[in-house]
């Protein structure tokens, strides 16, 4: 069995972060193993206002030191609150010994709109980026990484991917998802070669808190199982639609993705062409 290591934060109510990554991990048949950041929790009286709060260092270096000793084989980073931690974070990828890194660049907890960290962004370009073999930024990440603008079309995410990726990362993979003004849910691979639009059907679904955890955490697995990485990201987005497609309401405020909808349900149809 492969061993897939997370560096995130802790999802109280289940969803997304550390909680999205294992159970993803065991849908793909790897080990998945944690080193916890951050614990976020929601405030049901405060209509599910997030708080994070932050471990201790040493803590965390105790977490990926006990993880990295079991040797991995693949590892992805979620969310990082502070520049320390993520340089800590880029460090654990250099001690791991595995180029099969994807990089989730998380800024914000869904539903809130303010950044963890202005400084995260800098930190993230100069201490993950360049050991990443996948980043997968949202438009918003994209944006802030290009030091551009959010994108809005595909002809802006590709010039976003480009910056990306002379930060470093091998691959850039920018979600779009049905944010974008396409008939189909959109995202752009970029490889450094060549540009590719993944393409699915949209899903009329509001259940889609952990989506981004989760196909990251999809593609890790899918490289330590030892997929070539086009193929890896086109088979996470094929699993992530079909969690989104049976996602479900927890409660008022929020409904998660289903992480074993895979299992039960045909996978949805994910297209992938090259672009011009």
């Known amino acids: 069995m492969k061993k897939t290591l997370t560096i995130a934060g802790s999802d109280t109510s289940g969803g997304a972060g550390i909680q999205a990554d294992l159970k993803t991990f065991q849908e793909h048949g790897t080990y998945g193993m944690t080193a916890l950041t951050v614990v976020v929790t929601m405030d049901p009286e405060k209509y599910w206002a997030h708080g994070v709060y932050s471990l201790p260092t040493d803590v965390l270096q105790a977490q990926i030191k006990t993880a990295l000793s079991t040797g991995i084989d693949a590892m992805k980073t979620g969310m990082l609150a502070t520049e320390e931690v993520i340089q800590i974070a880029g460090e654990a990828i250099q001690q791991s010994g595995t180029s099969k890194v994807v990089i989730d660049p998380v800024m914000v907890c ?19 980026l360049p050991h990443a073999m996948v980043t997968t930024p949202n438009l918003f990440e994209a944006g802030q990484l290009a030091g551009r603008k959010t994108p809005k079309t595909v002809e802006e995410m590709k010039e976003a991917a480009k910056r ?71 088979q996470a987005k094929a699993f992530v639609a079909a969690a989104i497609q049976n996602g ?6 929020v409904g998660p993705v289903m992480h074993g909808a895979a299992r039960h349900h045909a996978l949805p149809e994910v297209t992938i062409r090259p672009l011009d």
Not at 199 to 225: K, M, P, R
Not at 248 to 253: A, F, T
């Open 248 to 253: 479900w309401k927890l409660n008022e405020y």
């Open 164 to 234: 990306i990726h002379a930060h470093g990362p091998q691959t850039v993979v920018i979600k779009g998802g049905r944010s974008l003004p396409t008939e189909k849910a959109t995202d752009l691979f970029y490889d450094g070669e060549a540009f590719y639009v993944l393409e699915s059907d949209v899903i009329d679904s509001h259940y889609n808190h952990g989506a981004g955890c989760t196909f990251a955490a999809a593609i890790t697995a899918n490289l330590a199982n030892g997929l070539a990485v086009q193929e890896a990201v086109v």
């Open 110 to 128: 869904k539903g809130e709109d303010e950044v963890l960290n202005p400084g995260n962004t800098d930190a993230m370009i100069q201490y993950l």
